[in-house]
């Protein structure tokens, strides 16, 4: 069992950046893969970035090329996303996922994950 714990929403003005964090548990097979999909009410799931074991990899949705970061820090099982110029469509709570499986692209939209994070909430205002 793997537990996610993510952190670092809030209410943010459109045109900031902002950092998420997610720390995993363990480091384990399911970890391989560490990944964000966000999620707004009435919609699916929208995959945001994924990183591979050791940052090896990453993948980022097309609408987040170019607008964020994805990275990780092995030692403490961290992972992290910077958003640069948010917009009020980034609103939605951003989930920590992990995976033992990478894919490659186009990374599938309703992917598999092992585990998953409760979730924290980001409000980009106008």
């Known amino acids: 069992q793997v537990v996610l714990v993510e952190s670092g929403g809030g209410l943010i003005q459109a045109g900031n950046s902002l950092r998420l964090s997610c720390v995993a548990s363990a480091d384990t097979t399911e970890t391989y893969t560490m990944a964000w999909v966000r999620q707004t009410p009435g919609k699916d799931q929208e995959f945001v970035a994924a990183?591979?074991?050791?940052?090896?990899?990453?993948n980022y949705a097309d609408s987040m090329q170019g607008r964020c970061t994805i990275s990780r820090d092995m030692a403490t099982n961290t992972m992290y996303l910077q958003i640069h110029k948010l917009k009020p469509e980034d609103t939605a709570v951003y989930y920590c996922?992990?995976?033992?499986?990478?894919?490659?692209?186009?990374?599938?939209?309703?992917?598999?994950?092992?585990?998953r994070g409760q979730g924290t909430q980001v409000t980009v205002t106008a």
């Open positions: 990183i591979a074991y050791g940052g090896r990899s990453t």
């Open positions: 996922v992990s995976t033992s499986h990478w894919y490659f692209d186009p990374w599938p939209a309703n992917f598999r994950f092992d585990y």
